[in-house]
C-alpha cells in the first residue's frame, strides 16, 4: 500500500493518529519536566513545590488517560482499512502495516517516545533514591532526637518479637 492507494478517510485517520502520537510525545516531555522537577524539589526539601509538582503529574495521568480511548477509537475506524486487520495493534506492527509518509512519522514518535519514557524512568528512579536518602536522614535525626523507635508489634513473618511483653489490644471492663 502507498499513499497513491490510500482514500481520503483512511488518510485522515492516519492524520489523527499520527497527531494523537505527537500530542503524546508532548505530554510525555511534560511529565520528565515534572519527575525532575519533584527531583530538584526533593533535593531541596521543599514540600509545596513537590506537592504541586505531583498535582500536575496527576492531571497529565488523567489527561492520558483519556487520549488513550482516542487513540483506541482511531485504530478501531483504521483497522478494517488495513491489509493485515489486526484486534490489537503494537505501533511496530502498525509502522510496518501503513504507507509513506505515516510510516515514516510514527516510527519517528516511536523513537521520540522510548527516548522519552526512558528518560522519565531515569528521573523517577533517581527521585525514589533522592527521596529514600532523605527520609534515611530524617529518620536519623529523630532518632537522635527522641532514640530508637520501639520494635515492631510483629516481625516479617507475623510473629511476636521475642524477649517483648505482649500487652492487650483491647481493655476488657476492668481496664
Known amino acids: 500500500m502507498n499513499r497513491l492507494d ?11 493518529l499520527c497527531a494523537y502520537f505527537d500530542s503524546e510525545i508532548e505530554r510525555q516531555e511534560n511529565v520528565l519536566a515534572l519527575t525532575r522537577a519533584q527531583g530538584e524539589a526533593a533535593k531541596a526539601l521543599d514540600a509545596d513545590v513537590m506537592e504541586h509538582r505531583t498535582r500536575a503529574l496527576a492531571l497529565l495521568l488523567d489527561e492520558a ?12 475506524d483504521l483497522t478494517p482499512r488495513l491489509s493485515q486487520a489486526q484486534q490489537n ?20 514518535a516511536q523513537m521520540n517516545l522510548r527516548a522519552t519514557v526512558s528518560a522519565t524512568k531515569e ?3 533517581a527521585n525514589a533514591y533522592a527521596m529514600r536518602k532523605s527520609l534515611r536522614s530524617v ?12 520494635g515492631s508489634s510483629y516481625t ?3 510473629d511476636a518479637p521475642e524477649g517483648e511483653a505482649r500487652q492487650a489490644a483491647v481493655l476488657n471492663a476492668t481496664g
Do not use: C, K, M
Not at 490510500?6 to 492516519?14: F, G, S
Not at 488517560?65 to 478501531?76: K, M, N, P, T, V
Not at 495493534?89 to 519517528?108: C, D, F
Open 6 to 16: 490510500v482514500d481520503t478517510e483512511t488518510a485522515a485517520l492516519l492524520d489523527r
Open 65 to 76: 488517560a483519556s487520549a488513550e480511548r482516542e487513540r483506541i477509537a482511531i485504530l478501531g
Open 89 to 108: 495493534w503494537s505501533l511496530s506492527a502498525l509502522i510496518a502495516a501503513v504507507p509513506e509518509p505515516w510510516q515514516h512519522r510514527l516510527a519517528e
Open 123 to 125: 528521573s523517577v528512579n
Open 139 to 150: 529518620n536519623g535525626a529523630l532518632d537522635q532526637f527522641f532514640g530508637p523507635a520501639s
Open 156 to 158: 516479617p513473618q507475623g
